[in-house]
């Protein structure tokens, strides 16, 4: 059950109730693609670094370890030994960016893994088996996720299969939810608006969805190669079709500048593998902007990452060290860089929800942003 807090502007300020605790929102999912974030970081640390929800992929965990051995452990829960809300992928956005190794039907796509080659089929049922197998708190719809600057006639047949998909994913959730041997029978779902950059399939697909009152609903198939101005005309045109007493989750962005925009036009989840990716390379996030410890300047520097920063990484050790730890190839420095980003998000996002409380967001906002933009601190 979602609860509207505060609207300042269009920011909202909520709380999702779930089996699994309660989400404050705006707020950003960690990803833990194969059930841990990449970068040697533990289920502790996320409690450490205020995660408030962990985030794992459908399709990996089908093939590797098995959704049936997941089950067998007692549900992802236990088996990552994470306790608060996990939301799961539907798998069809892995399934989709596997082009040369896939071949879409009306009941689903038949693929191969990309581990070991291995002819699979995933259609809408298969989608809610595996993740009613892993026992997330929420499962994402099966949709088709056409490139965004697909031909109109493409991405229409695309949102009318995805809707028909849908349909056939609640049906299949439902039925579980009331089978004996389901780990979490109060599992939820959120359908996906997709369309491309056409608004009006956007809006036209939202309302319909909007209709069948989900416990939630994502924006999908952004972040694929379209500008950021028109990922915001996107998300401007859509959220007001959706409802406004259920979450909006914007799949898969992004920067702060992305997250700070797109809460300020009504989105309240969101998910990206950047701060992960970017910390395993040496860049970090900080209020001034993205450093790359890889710069031959932070060689004798002895300031944490980000002066007054409470994570693990900037109580204890310097930019100095870090950076030798990179360059040596040892894994502590990828994951110190990885808690350090994932921190900075996690602190972001209880900021963001802080303004929209006091009615000063857009003040918040344009102020994050002008600092993040003061390249010449770095």
Known sequence: MYKLLKRDGNAKRGEFHTVHG???????????????IK?????????????????????????RPGDEIV??????????????????????????????LRKIKEEGV??????DGRKIFMGPEESMQIQSNLASTIAMAFDECPPAKAERRYIEQS?????????????????????????????????????????????????RISEMNLDGYAIGGLAVGESHEEMYEVIEATVPYLPLEKPTYLMGVGTPANILEAVDRGVDFFDCVYPSRNGRHGHLYTNKGKINLFNAKYEKDPLPIEEGCQCPACKTYSRAYIRHLLKAKEML???????????????MMEEIRLAIEEGRYKEYKNKKLAGMNDAANN
């Open 39 to 63: 970068g040697a970081v533990s289920t502790e640390d996320l409690q450490q670094i205020k995660t408030q929800v962990e985030l794992s992929n459908t399709y990996h965990l089908h093939v």
């Open 110 to 115: 038949y693929f191969h893994s990309h581990i």
């Open 71 to 100: 089950k067998a452990m007692g549900g992802l829960h236990k088996f990552m030994v994470w306790d608060k809300p996990i939301l799961t992928d539907s798998g069809g956005f892995q399934v989709f960016s596997l082009a040369g």
């Open 159 to 207: 949102v009318e299969r995805t809707t028909r998909w849908l349909e056939r994913c609640k049906i299949e959730m439902d039925r579980l939810n009331t089978l004996p041997d389901t780990i979490n029978n109060k599992q939820m779902l959120f359908g996906i608006n997709q369309g491309g950059i056409l608004s009006d399939v956007r809006i036209e697909h939202a309302k």
């Open 333 to 347: 420095g990828m994951r110190l860089c990885v808690l350090h980003n994932l921190y900075f998000y996690n602190t």
């Open 22 to 36: 309660v989400i404050q929102t705006p707020v950003f999912m960690n990803v833990g693609t194969a059930a841990a």
